[in-house]
């Protein structure tokens, strides 16, 4: 086996002596993210530039069969990004990558390198009274590119257009585990442009977007961009039953849901666990409108029993969760579970589950649980805060066994991630997705150098 | 260890990134610097941890990430919205553990400890030479007021010292001075990990102070006035006998309570650079633009990066004596900011940062004059002549 001395000389020869460490405390912050998972630690951390630079470091780990994992923000709720074998191991720090290459705004497209947050783009596309349409939930350090690579979603999202991860995706430029360049969309076809993600054969962005990096590197996003909305109303309410949630549910993607209704968010605090809590946005080009769908949603409330509220206190909860976290982890680090992608119909499941099993049979009071309705579907969740380390292991033996209750139901797992994460719920299944799956990461990355025993176990290669 | 003491906000750290920031390294000086994870407050705090953990251990190799923050603040003050996490207590807690561990620290850091040691200033002036900028200057022996510049603003800024105290003069003030007597206020020591010899530094200090009756510190520098107003409480564990204060409040109790007369009009079009000490780390932001606000002819534009949000001029945390490159790095990123604004001076309250400042022109290759808010006010107030302000102009120092 190669050793780290000659991994460090290889990788400095790309990239210079500055951008490649070897040294104990470098790699000890690359050994964690924010869920639970066990801190795992790289041999290596190199800060690439380009996209040459990617092709050369996966080059050579490929020669000298090494892993190589993907780090954006480092924000991963799931092990998803963290470097999963013994030995050494490679880590990519994309960083330095987190530029606006390029705002169209003819085309109404921007184009990104991974790294660059959501914060930033937003306040560069604002500058030009433009935006993109949805939010992260993983607050203003998270990266587009680590979003996109995991189909991630948050509290704004509508029917019509869904999340970012999904079909505000145009184009994407990756990196694949030999070293090609893949690009997909419009700008597959080498004389045109970025401006369709459906073009020229199959949807190649699908195949890796969610995919947590094992089919490529991403370093190069195009995104479908919107004039600025100047026109917001938030609300909140109390519905008195999961049943009127669910109804309510139906009617903003029916009647409502278009893309001037960007939220639907649902919370019920453990301390109160019948008390279904509702926190919408709207945004909008003209007051008419946010005006009428502000009144089919008070109508609608009203109809089913329930009362418009306050917004200080969605102001407050999406004030933590969006854009400053404030006093997140004051009762303890962050852990989400019990969570996946599920019919509207469906919610009373996942609720069911975190009101019997988490709060009544074993106790735990302060994991609370909340989703979203759009687009058209739940993206649910259970989420506590816990103090490290003395509470460490009991949450994630707890939390393995709601999973296990919650993905034998019709729950679909949200971000599956490594040994810590979900990919032994996946594995167990064996379906002909997963097999697809398998075969597409065995032919496009053989060696099985691009985020080993992520989403895949070693074994299961 | 001394990091053992801040073991709960080690563990409070979620990993959330905050503290990292939008863009990168637009936000942490040190980031700018030296790119690694290990640079954010994110890294220090995984590293504070696998110490803890008995999984790292320190390294003279570690030195340069540890040594190399700024302690400016940036990062804290993100995380004041997360975990409240104090970057600064517990870099300076890290540092401390390198000396307490015999592990090798920066030599330029030793040697500023040494020469402060001997000299009893960090530029191991003489005493004469050390006071030389108050010449003629009339102080008030038996006043209550100490007037207590420090190394630089002694050293290296005699012109503008003797600007301030004639300004703060010409408005009553009865200012008393240590003259050969004085001494430096300690910060080099806790910026390097020496804390005993912080400790007698305080004692000394406060018992000097005592002896002289004085119940007023009156200091331009944000190192010293924290050294005297924070540090020493918290090493002498007992609340001092003196009231501190930083001339940022000064120079607005003189124009809030219209103490000079504003006669000149500057004309000129400025900005203003938050100095981390008063600003971030003690929440004093209006005094000096409400003193900006107040004279005659003044335009201020604010840069991008203001206040809660200001970068570092480069010149915190020792980084300036320990890795020059870095700091010299820094200013000139923050001389950026001043450009942009298209502004004709760049003022600032603070003697570390109108010197790094200073450097931060060179590295720009720019030709533009830092200027302390108090001359401005000398100005207006017709102290001194208004050639001040140009570009071509040198003092005397």
């Known amino acids: 086996m190669v050793d780290v001395g000659e991994i460090t000389t290889l990788l400095t020869d790309i990239v210079g002596p500055d951008r490649v460490t070897d040294r104990d405390f470098d790699l000890i912050p690359y050994s964690r993210d924010l869920s639970p998972a066990k801190q795992k630690l790289p041999s290596h951390v190199v800060m690439p530039e380009t996209r040459e630079e990617i092709q050369s470091i996966l080059q050579i780990a490929n020669d000298i069969d090494v892993p190589v994992y993907v780090r954006g923000g480092g924000t991963s709720h799931w092990d998803a990004f963290l470097p999963q074998v013994a030995g050494p191991s490679i880590m990519l720090d994309l960083g330095r990558m987190n530029k606006v290459l390029d705002i169209n705004e003819r085309d109404l497209v921007v184009t990104v390198q991974p790294n660059c947050t959501w914060a930033k783009l937003d306040h560069a596309l604002r500058n030009r009274g433009l935006t993109y349409l949805c939010s992260e939930a993983g607050g203003p350090a998270m990266t587009v590119g ?16 869904g999340f970012h991860g999904n079909q505000d995706v145009i184009t994407l430029e990756m990196v694949l585990p030999n070293g090609d360049i893949v690009e997909t969309g419009s700008a597959a076809w080498p004389s045109a442009g970025k401006f369709e993600r459906q073009c020229l054969g199959p949807d190649l962005a699908g195949m890796f977007i969610g995919a947590e990096g094992i089919l490529g590197i991403c370093t190069e996003l195009t995104l479908r961009i919107r004039p600025a909305v100047d026109i917001s109303e938030r609300m909140t309410a109390i519905l008195p039953k999961l049943d ?27 301390t109160a666990p ?35 509220g306050d917004r200080a206190p969605a102001d407050d909860y999406y004030g933590r969760i969006l854009t400053g976290l404030t006093d997140l982890f004051k009762a303890g680090v962050w852990h989400f579970f019990g969570s996946g992608s599920l019919r509207i119909d469906d919610i009373p499941f996942l609720y069911k589950v975190w009101k019997e099993e988490v709060i009544e049979k074993r106790g735990y009071t302060k994991a609370g649980f909340g989703g979203q309705v759009l687009p058209r579907r739940w993206l649910a969740f259970m989420v506590t805060n816990y103090k490290e380390p003395e509470e460490w292991n009991e949450l994630v033996k707890m939390c393995d066994e709601i999973d296990e209750i919650v993905l034998n139901g019709p729950v679909v797992p949200y971000g599956i991630g490594g040994r810590d994460g979900l990919r032994q719920f996946v594995a167990a299944r064996d379906t002909g997705y997963y097999r697809l799956l398998k075969t597409l990461k065995r032919t496009l990355d053989p060696k099985n150098i691009l985020q080993r025993g992520i989403f895949i176990p070693e074994e299961e290669f | 260890m001394r990091i053992e003491e801040y073991k709960d906000m080690i563990y409070a750290c979620g990993r959330c990134n905050l503290c990292h920031g939008t863009d ?82 920066p030599e330029a850091g030793s040697k500023m400890v040494d020469t402060v040691l001997e000299s009893g200033n960090i530029f191991a002036d003489s005493p004469a030479v050390h006071a030389k900028w108050a010449e003629d200057l009339e102080f008030k022996r038996d006043a209550k007021t100490l007037f207590y510049p420090g190394c630089l603003a002694s050293h290296r800024f005699k012109e503008k010292t003797r600007i301030l105290v004639e300004t703060m003069q010409a408005a009553g003030y009865e200012l008393n001075f240590l003259g050969d007597k004085q001494r430096c206020c300690g910060t080099p020591y806790w910026i390097t990990g020496r804390v005993s010899a912080a400790k007698d530094t305080a004692k000394t200090f406060v018992n000097m102070l005592v002896e002289m009756g004085i119940d007023e510190v009156i200091t331009p520098c944000p190192s010293c006035f924290r050294a005297l107003d924070e540090e020493y409480p918290k090493l002498l564990g007992t609340e001092m006998p003196f009231r501190v204060r930083h001339t940022s409040e000064i120079l607005r109790d003189i124009v809030e309570k219209k103490k000079l007369k504003f006669r000149v009009s500057i004309d000129k079009k400025v900005t203003y650079h938050d100095p981390c000490e008063i600003g971030r780390l003690r929440e004093i932001y209006d005094p000096a633009r409400k003193v900006l606000g107040a004279l005659p002819g003044v335009e201020l534009i604010e840069m991008k990066r203001n206040r809660e949000e200001a970068f570092c001029c480069g010149g915190g945390g020792g980084v300036k004596i320990m890795y020059e490159d870095h700091s010299n790095k820094v200013a000139k990123e923050r001389i950026g900011d001043f450009i942009e604004t298209n502004a004709d001076l760049l003022t600032t309250i603070c003697p570390a940062c109108e010197m790094n400042l200073t450097h931060g022109t060179y590295a720009a290759n720019i030709e533009a004059r830092v200027i302390d808010v108090a001359e401005l006010v000398a100005v207006a107030a017709g102290i001194v002549d208004k050639e001040i302000l140009e570009t071509d102009y040198f003092p005397d120092d």
């Open chain 2, 24 to 105: 990168f390294d637009e936000r942490c000086p040190e980031l700018f610097t030296q790119y690694w994870e290990s640079s954010t407050l994110r890294g220090r705090i995984a590293i504070a941890r696998g110490i803890l953990e008995g999984k790292l251990d320190y390294s003279e190799q570690m030195a340069e990430r540890i040594f190399g923050c700024f302690m400016c603040g940036r990062c804290q003050e993100e995380c004041k919205k997360a975990a409240d996490i104090s970057t600064v207590e517990i870099t300076k807690a890290m540092r401390a553990d390198f000396v307490d561990r015999g592990i090798k620290i």
């Open chain 1, 244 to 270: 009127d949630v669910i109804e309510f549910g139906h009617f903003i993607n029916r009647h409502v849901g278009d893309e001037f209704l960007q939220g639907i968010y649902l919370w019920v605090d453990p």
């Open chain 1, 274 to 308: 019948d008390v279904f809590f509702l926190m919408m946005d709207i945004f909008g080009y003209e007051d008419k409108i946010i005006a009428h769908r502000k009144k089919l949603i008070v109508d609608k409330i009203k109809e089913l029993g329930g009362e418009i």
């Open chain 1, 146 to 161: 680590g979003s996109v690579m995991k189909a991630g979603g948050g509290p704004h999202s509508t029917a019509k257009f």
